[in-house]
């Protein structure tokens, strides 16, 4: 919690170099933030996983995925993970505050000219039988395998609970 | 240099991006009449993660903010608990007044110890539940929380569950439910509608529901 403070006074002391030298990025693809990935039509942009509680034994994983193509795609399945026994791509729902969450058997469909979130509480990445827990400052692999644009290598990037990617990120541009 | 604005371009936008925190739900949920105040009388026999009996009388000994999840839920569960850790650490001194407990949704597989190592992430004051699956459902039942066991083929399996904190006044009465969907502002749902408050409002509500 104290780590918690001390990021957002940080930020609080930072915010006015940093709007400045946010808006002079002329185009998303900076090279030094590189977490963005592109196979085909389909770019997938920063992908992270959270750190896991002690002893977890699951955990899931986000990105955003835009097809930048006139047809369809399906996010099929994702394989090539180390860290855990089991990759499924998951749909997580909340009704009458109760959450529901299910595998997506015939994988993700992002529409032609679309873009999706996977985000806590939505569509995620679930890595189920973790054999290390999710850790600081680390980088975890895996193979996106899409239907029409093939497969892609990506890293997910490991993060603390507070982090919620830029969804406003293209409107600044 | 670099670090530092890398860190700030993710963390900045998150922060300021992120709205809707904590949903604080009117006791009038469900049909029930406002400022009916809803007493769990039912009697359940159950066991914290340091291995101690765990019972009706525990809840009235203090106010308690109750969770009900299980450790093989990748987010809602983590995300909650983080949450209860900060509120925890808001509340201040006022903390030690409150009892906050994770019971499991999962008995299954949350046994005392692993729930012992699961909460060793989060506050020191968030107590782990579990117990036998019939005591359980008492309790779930006695609170209105929704645990529904799927099966997904394969022996694996997932439990729906209601993903709101569960609001006891010290004489073990159900005053109220919250909801988070994030971590930066909150939205209280009243009976007037839904408002959107700072964090200290909803501690301050928190406080006046419950010391
Ligand atoms: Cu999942």
Redesign the interface.
């Known amino acids: 919690?104290k780590k918690?403070f001390t990021?957002?006074i940080f930020?609080l002391f930072?915010?006015s170099s940093?709007s400045s030298?946010?808006h002079s990025h002329g185009h998303k693809k900076n090279k030094?933030?590189d977490h963005d990935y592109k196979i085909g039509k389909i770019e997938i942009e920063?992908p992270y996983t959270?750190f896991?509680?002690?002893?977890?034994?699951?955990?899931?994983g986000y990105m955003k995925i835009e097809n930048e193509s006139n047809k369809q795609d399906v996010l099929q399945s994702v394989s090539n993970v180390s860290f855990a026994e089991k990759v499924e791509i998951?749909e997580?729902t909340?009704e009458?505050?109760?959450?529901?969450?299910?595998?997506l058997k015939k994988g993700l469909v992002i529409k032609a000219d679309t873009e999706v979130y996977l985000k806590?509480?939505g569509y995620?990445i679930?890595?189920?039988g973790l054999k290390e827990q999710i850790s600081k400052g680390k980088k975890y692999k895996a193979t996106l395998n899409f239907k029409n644009a093939g497969s892609v290598d990506i890293f997910f990037k490991a993060?603390g609970?507070?982090?919620?990617?830029?969804?406003?990120?293209h409107k600044h541009h | 240099m670099i670090t530092k604005h890398i860190l700030l371009k993710r963390i900045l936008p998150s922060i300021l991006v992120t709205t809707v925190v904590l949903v604080f739900i009117g006791y009038n949920f469900a049909n029930k009449k406002p400022n009916t105040a809803q007493q769990i009388q039912v009697n359940f026999n159950l066991e914290d993660m340091n291995g101690n009996q765990f019972n009706q009388k525990h809840l009235k000994q203090k106010p308690s903010l109750l969770f009900f999840g299980f450790t093989h839920c990748p987010d809602v569960c983590p995300a909650s608990l983080q949450l209860l850790t900060n509120l925890i650490e808001d509340l201040g001194t006022d903390a030690d007044k409150i009892n906050y407990y994770f019971v499991t949704a999962d008995p299954e597989r949350d046994t005392a110890k692993v729930l012992k190592q699961y909460l060793s992430s989060f506050n020191q004051r968030i107590l782990g539940i579990t117990g036998k699956e019939d005591e359980l459902k008492k309790l779930y039942n006695a609170l209105d929380v929704y645990i529904q066991k799927v099966d997904l083929g394969k022996g694996n399996y997932t439990i729906d569950h209601t993903a709101s904190f569960m609001v006891i006044n010290k004489d073990a009465e159900k005053v109220g439910t919250m909801m988070h969907e994030g971590f930066s502002k909150f939205i209280v749902i009243d009976n007037y509608g839904k408002i959107q408050i700072s964090k200290d409002d909803v501690i301050k509500n928190l406080k006046k529901l419950l010391l």
């Open positions: 919690m918690f990021i957002i930020i930072s915010t940093f030298s946010h030094e933030m920063k959270f896991t509680p002690n002893g977890a034994k699951v955990s899931a998951h997580m909340m009458n505050q109760v959450m529901k969450m299910r595998p806590p509480s995620h679930m890595f189920i993060v609970r507070n982090y919620h990617p830029d969804k406003n990120h």
